[in-house]
């Protein structure tokens, strides 16, 4: 089982990063905030649009995730007892960031609530 906490450990750190660089890619290919809200506005336009609400909300929640999941997955691959409990937690939020963080989200589940995971981190 400690290859598959060492697994979880790096497929968490690179979701953190991945959602960090979605971010950041978002606000450049939108030219900044307050692009992203004026996503399908009428030209010349500014009203912010139900489409641009509903992303900027999206690219809050992803860089609000990308620390702790980036952490979580150091602390994994040390074997820190506080990771284990925060990986689940985590991993309950992460099935939102489809489709990667569901998978990631279920495997963490799976992972971590087992039995024979538990004495990898009893120190």
């Known amino acids: 089982m400690e290859k598959h906490v060492r697994t979880l450990g790096y497929l968490n750190a690179g979701l953190g990063v991945f959602c960090l660089v979605a971010c950041i890619a978002a606000l450049v290919i939108f030219e900044g905030p307050s692009g992203v809200l ?6 010349g336009s500014s009203i912010t649009t139900t489409e641009g609400f509903i992303t900027a909300c999206v690219l809050i929640y992803l860089f609000l995730m990308a620390a702790p999941l980036f952490l979580i997955g150091i602390g994994l691959l040390r074997l820190q007892d506080w990771a284990r ?37 009893k120190h």
């Open 38 to 43: 004026l996503i399908n506005a009428r030209e």
């Open 85 to 121: 409990d925060l990986g689940i937690i985590a991993s309950i939020f992460a099935l939102a960031i489809i489709p990667f963080g569901t998978v990631v989200g279920i495997y963490n589940l799976w992972v971590l609530n087992s039995f024979e995971v538990e004495p990898l981190f």
